[in-house]
């Protein structure tokens, strides 16, 4: 028998804990380019090791549809991983507290478009899922000689509603 967590909307002190939302909302923090570029700045804290580097990759990622079941979680103990959409459709961002190494009670947020996320290094995170298509996203991790990921199979799964 599954588990029912609902998804929430997407805010910045509600995520904290996990990570940082990368958006443009809000007055930018500077205008650039004479005046005709608006700079949100540092908005997200990367996190590469010592070790490793930022690489930009490019994910096409299958869309899924709610209710979703919850039976993995994975995290990255290395470095930070961000994912930033390539269009305005609106995704489910999963995520966990540590308990000692292993996941929490995970919580549910949906963004609103063109919201993106970063993850901090270690935390525990669903796969990525798109609720429509195309499910491009921009990923910007950790590239380095550990296979920076743990996985974590949920012996009794959850369901994530609206």
Same mark, same amino acid.
């Given at each position: 028998m599954s588990r029912v967590i609902?998804? $929430? @909307?997407? *805010? =910045?002190? #509600?995520?904290? @804990?996990?990570?940082d939302i990368v958006d443009a909302s809000g007055d930018p923090d500077k205008m650039i380019n004479g005046g005709m570029c608006g700079r949100y700045h540092d908005i997200a804290t990367l996190?590469? &090791? @010592? $070790? &490793?580097? =930022?690489?930009?990759s490019v994910f096409n990622a299958q869309a899924r549809s709610l209710p979703? *079941?919850?039976? !993995?979680? $994975?995290?990255? +103990?290395?470095?930070?991983?961000a994912f930033i959409p390539m269009s305005a459709a609106p995704f489910l961002v999963i995520v966990a +507290?540590? $308990? &000692?190494? #292993? @996941?929490? *009670? +995970?919580r549910a947020f949906l963004t609103a478009p063109y919201?993106?996320?970063?993850?901090?290094?270690g935390t525990w995170h669903g796969v990525l899922t798109p609720l429509a298509t195309p499910g491009i996203f921009a990923v910007i991790d950790r590239i &380095?000689? *550990?296979a920076? !990921?743990?996985e974590f199979v949920l012996d009794r799964p959850y369901m994530v509603t609206t």
């Open positions: 609902k998804a $929430e @909307p997407l *805010t =910045a002190d #509600a995520f904290a @804990p996990f990570g996190d590469f &090791g @010592p $070790e &490793g580097r =930022a690489g930009i979703y *079941t919850l039976d !993995l979680l $994975e995290r990255h +103990p290395d470095g930070s991983q +507290p540590d $308990e &000692g190494d #292993a @996941p929490g *009670t +995970p919201q993106g996320i970063n993850f901090f290094r &380095g000689n *550990t920076n !990921l743990d």
